[in-house]
Each structure stands twice: as structure tokens, then as C-alpha cells.
């Protein structure tokens, strides 16, 4: 749990240098660290890297995920839709009353918002994506019940 505070605070803390700054902006990697996916949102070893925090510009907030094998977000939908870009490995993702499908490296995933779904690394294989979400209300994600074993094999 510090670890995600700190994590919070440092993209708040970045957040600010990058409203209060004209032009463009660099983050250099050493100035975002990843932290360890929350329990109550992710099963097994997931790696959360927030690399841009929404700004009255965006209003997106945009993070790398690394999945070891078998990890995966617990069922989550967003208000405004997901954007997903596999950036490495190959994963699993399923929607609400639907099959699960295979995404692999290069693949872009539009999630509509209200999708009730989940995504991560298969049961074999590692998965990297980053993924962008945009805030409506101070909200980008409505986290819901783990993924049972189960459903995940499905």
C-alpha cells in the first residue's frame, strides 16, 4: 500500500510541474516508477507504470502494464471507453458474455465504454500494454469482482 501511495503522490506531484510548465514535455523514464498492481484490482504479478496523469488538456490518464504469466485485472468497466496497445507478449481479453480472445504484440483494443471486461498475460505467456483511460466525474474505472480461475481458463 505505500508503494501505490508514493506512486500516487510522485504522479501528482508530476502532474503539477506538467500544468504549471508551457511546451513540451519530457518524462524521462527514471522519474516514473512502477509499482506493483493493487490486490483488489489484478490477480498475480502485475506491474503498473503511470506514465501521463489526465490534465485539463487530456483528461486521460495513460499507464504501462507488465502481466507475468496467469496475472490479469479483476472484471472492470470505464466510463469513457479503454484504448489498449499490446506492447509486447501475448495476452487473453473477454468481454461480459463473450469469448475470451488472444491480443499480441502490436494489436490496439477499443473497449466502449460501460464494458464490463477483463484482460492480462495468458497462462504461459507474459503480456505488456499500455493502456489509456479518460475522466469523466474524477473517474476512469469502476473495479469489480476477481476473475475466477474458472473463467479465466475458459
Known amino acids: 500500500m505505500k508503494h501505490v501511495?508514493?506512486?500516487?503522490?510522485?504522479?501528482a506531484g508530476i502532474a503539477s510541474n506538467l500544468a504549471m510548465a508551457a511546451g513540451i514535455e519530457i518524462r524521462h523514464g527514471a522519474e516514473v516508477q512502477a509499482v506493483a498492481g493493487k490486490p483488489?484490482?489484478?490477480t498475480g504479478d502485475a506491474r503498473v507504470r503511470p506514465l501521463l496523469p489526465p490534465n485539463?488538456?487530456?483528461r486521460a490518464n495513460v499507464g504501462l502494464v507488465d502481466f507475468a504469466p496467469g496475472a490479469r485485472t479483476t472484471w472492470h468497466t470505464h466510463p469513457a471507453g479503454q484504448l489498449l496497445i499490446v506492447t509486447s507478449g501475448m495476452g487473453w481479453i473477454q468481454e461480459e458474455g463473450e469469448e475470451r480472445r488472444v491480443i499480441e504484440s502490436g494489436d490496439v483494443v477499443w473497449i466502449p465504454a460501460g464494458a464490463k471486461h477483463w484482460h492480462g498475460a495468458t497462462d504461459t505467456t507474459?503480456?505488456?500494454?499500455?493502456?489509456?483511460t479518460y475522466v469523466v466525474d474524477e473517474k476512469n474505472v469502476d473495479w469489480l469482482e476477481p476473475v475466477s480461475d474458472g473463467q479465466y481458463r475458459k
Open 56 to 58: 485539463d488538456s487530456t
Open 5 to 11: 501511495l508514493t506512486a500516487a503522490a510522485t504522479a
Open 40 to 42: 483488489d484490482n489484478f
Open 126 to 132: 507474459s503480456m505488456s500494454h499500455v493502456a489509456m
